[in-house]
């Protein structure tokens, strides 16, 4: 076959997906993005894929709106970009191109400084709605905010993890490849008492209410609880700065906060440190 006449697609399943599968842990959120990438280049060959095309991509994702009729973000469509760059880095590699089409096009300008937490006034909203086809959401919320873990840590959580004696949990599959251990406290000790009870030390922790095997994912529900209580512009990841958040309020230094959210730089741990300072900074002003 001539150098780049492969279609793009084919591509992907033959030689893509599996090396994913077998060089990146996070291989699942390349397999949910895949087919959007698939559907737009589905009958272009790797060779016909051009900047021009790509940037019509990129355009075209920008102005369609998520199944939920709001506005696609820029990280989503950033992450995606990626994707479709990483895929034609292997092509390279595989010598079905000669250059990535992908570095031709300009990269989405992403404020980076996003800072949004679970407000104190919040919390009560956000528990009260977890019934009925939420109800999997009262253990697993506590949980993430009681222990700061990353979705994909927590749903890979099995009763083996679970050090009861210690009350700690040991978190592996990590994004930094470094296992570590988070304290539990009352209120995360007693569901995990309660989930793991009758449970062997191989099965996971949570599961769905649904099939009764490994939950995937809690994406859509989480969006209908915040609905449901009123609250938005939260995502699932700031349950996670929600823990870092409380850690620096209660005066914890950034070295023990990074390393109980499993940071691998200390400076990404700052923004709990320095909430702190800004917190008390406005009391400050109050008071004067």
């Known amino acids: 076959m001539e150098v780049g006449t492969e279609r793009f697609a084919d591509f992907v399943d033959r030689v893509y997906l599996p090396w994913a599968k077998a060089n990146k842990r996070s291989w699942k959120d390349d397999q949910y993005k895949l087919p959007v990438l698939k559907t737009f280049f589905h009958n272009t060959s790797l060779r ?16 369609t709106p998520t199944k939920y009729k709001t506005r696609r973000s820029l990280a989503t469509v950033s992450l995606e970009m990626a994707l479709l760059s990483r895929i034609f880095s292997l092509a390279m590699d595989f010598k079905e191109v000669e250059t990535n089409p992908c570095l031709k096009v300009a990269k989405l300008r992403l404020d980076n400084q996003r800072y949004r937490y679970l407000m104190p006034e919040e919390e009560p909203r956000l528990r009260a709605v977890l019934t009925g086809q939420r109800a999997h959401l009262a253990d697993l ?8 873990l990353r979705k994909n840590e927590l749903l890979m959580l099995r009763v083996k993890h679970i050090d009861f004696p210690r009350d700690l949990i040991l978190v592996t599959g ?8 988070v304290p539990m406290n009352s209120e995360v000790r007693g569901i995990m008492l309660r989930l793991c009870r009758s449970k062997s ?16 994912d809690v994406k859509r529900a989480f969006h209908g609880a915040c609905a449901a209580a009123k609250i938005h512009g ?11 958040t409380r850690l ?6 950034a070295f023990t906060i990074a390393a109980l959210m499993g940071h691998s730089n200390v400076r990404t741990t700052q923004r709990y440190v320095g909430r702190l300072s800004e917190i008390s900074a406005k009391l400050f002003k109050q008071r004067c």
């Open 141 to 148: 919320i506590p949980v993430a905010i009681g222990t700061g």
């Open 174 to 181: 990590t994004k930094t490849r470094k296992n570590r251990e």
């Open 48 to 63: 016909d894929v051009t900047p021009f095309s790509i940037e019509r991509f990129k355009q075209t994702r920008l102005n």
């Open 248 to 253: 620096g309020e209660a005066g914890f230094d």
């Open 234 to 244: 939260l995502i699932w990841h700031d349950l996670r700065a929600t823990f870092g």
């Open 201 to 216: 030390v191989e099965d996971c922790v949570f599961v769905s209410p649904k099939t009764g095997k490994h939950l995937t």
